[in-house]
């Protein structure tokens, strides 16, 4: 099994199960233990993966940090552990800190079995950095981020490749953070800096600010949609003959239509709405990034898995004055619902749910 598969697996398992992991010890047996032996770490080994390793560390006598994944006898990567779904900051992470200083390991973890982030020591030699590198949730990853996961993984692990991509990672979500709340909350200063050089020596007065604070948040918005669509039909164009013949039970008159006209279709931002509400309501059932988007002239089909012979719903929202949701039944046949809004698709959760629940 592929490392991806093996990943999507263990959050099937999570997904299922983390409402009833109420202790820290429970979150270490059930979740992060699968998670460190999905890295190709021998959890029953213990000169390979030692819970509780001890060391003294300073006037503190006895300190453990919970796991300690050993190369040559020498730990290389320290676990500290949280209860499932427990808040993950900087003040959970004393143990963490103060281990690190004392040992050869360069990096460490916090988790909560769900959220993991990785530190390092970029800011100061030996010191832990207070904001991770890293940061991985087994409940929603992109592949990207499953590539650099894997470079902690046993037959891959190398510190100083790790180490040359650490800093870069870092700040590149620093960025990402600060463009996304941009996005929904451009600062003044942005504003100001993306208007420059279209006031032609007019003042900035908050009317002119008001104007282009909405002018930058709809252009984002504009610009996000356009790259979104432009990907979608150069990922859909070799699979339009599939969507040609769906698995499921179509009106007559939709098998006739030619989907296989790539620029006749177009991904609306009701359509990506309702692709992420779908995607929110199943995350406890499923990995989101198992739910997949595939658009078509006659409507936008919601996958798992990109396979449509698993077809979870199909959302009808061609003509905004009349939305509707396409319900999947035991034998694949779709039942049309109306929608008043975007929001009555949460009505529709566990219909939703047990779709995909037929499938694993």
Not at 27 to 33: H, I
Not at 98 to 127: C, M, S, W
Not at 186 to 192: A, H, I, K, M, Q
Not at 211 to 228: E, P, V
């Amino acid at each position: 099994m592929d490392f991806i598969d093996q990943l999507r697996a263990l959050a099937t398992r999570i997904a299922n199960t983390k409402d009833l992991i109420q202790t820290e010890e429970a979150t270490k047996n059930a979740m992060v233990m699968p998670f460190i032996q999905a890295l190709g770490y021998n959890v029953f080994d213990p000169l390979e993966v030692t819970p509780e390793l001890v060391a003294d560390v300073g006037m503190k006598k006895g300190e453990k940090v919970d796991y300690a994944i050993l190369s040559s006898g020498k730990p290389i990567i320290l676990f500290e552990c949280k209860k499932a779904g427990a808040e993950l900051n900087v003040n959970h992470a004393s143990q963490l800190f103060r281990y690190f200083h004392v040992t050869e390991a360069r990096f460490g973890v916090l988790t909560n079995g769900i959220r993991y982030q990785f530190f390092t020591d970029l800011e100061q030699p030996n010191k832990m950095d207070e904001k991770p590198f890293l940061e991985f949730n087994i409940l929603d990853f992109k592949d990207q981020e499953v590539e650099e996961l894997k470079k902690f993984a046993k037959a891959s692990f190398n510190v100083d490749t790790i180490l040359m991509t650490a800093n870069d990672l870092k700040y590149t979500r620093i960025i990402q953070n600060q463009l996304a709340e941009w996005m929904t909350n451009p600062s003044e200063e942005f504003v100001r800096l993306v208007a420059a050089d279209h006031l032609a020596g007019k003042r900035f007065t908050p009317a002119v600010k008001e104007q282009f604070t909405s002018i930058t948040k709809r252009a984002f918005q504009q610009l996000i949609g356009d790259r979104i669509n432009d990907r979608l039909r150069v990922a859909m164009a070799p699979e339009q003959a599939a969507e040609a013949a769906p698995a499921t039970t179509a009106a007559p008159q939709e098998a006739a239509e030619p989907t296989n006209d790539t620029t006749a279709i177009t991904t609306t931002l009701e359509e990506i709405e309702g692709f992420h509400i779908v995607r929110a309501v199943l995350r406890d059932v499923v990995a989101t990034k198992r739910i997949v988007m595939r658009d078509a002239q006659s409507y936008c089909a919601i996958l798992l898995d990109d396979n449509n012979r698993k077809p979870i719903c199909r959302l009808r929202f061609n003509n905004t004055a009349r939305l509707a949701i396409g319900l999947m039944d035991s034998e694949k046949n779709e039942e049309r619902v109306p929608l008043a809004d975007l929001d009555e698709l949460y009505n529709y959760a566990d219909r939703l749910k047990a779709t995909v629940q037929s499938y694993l």
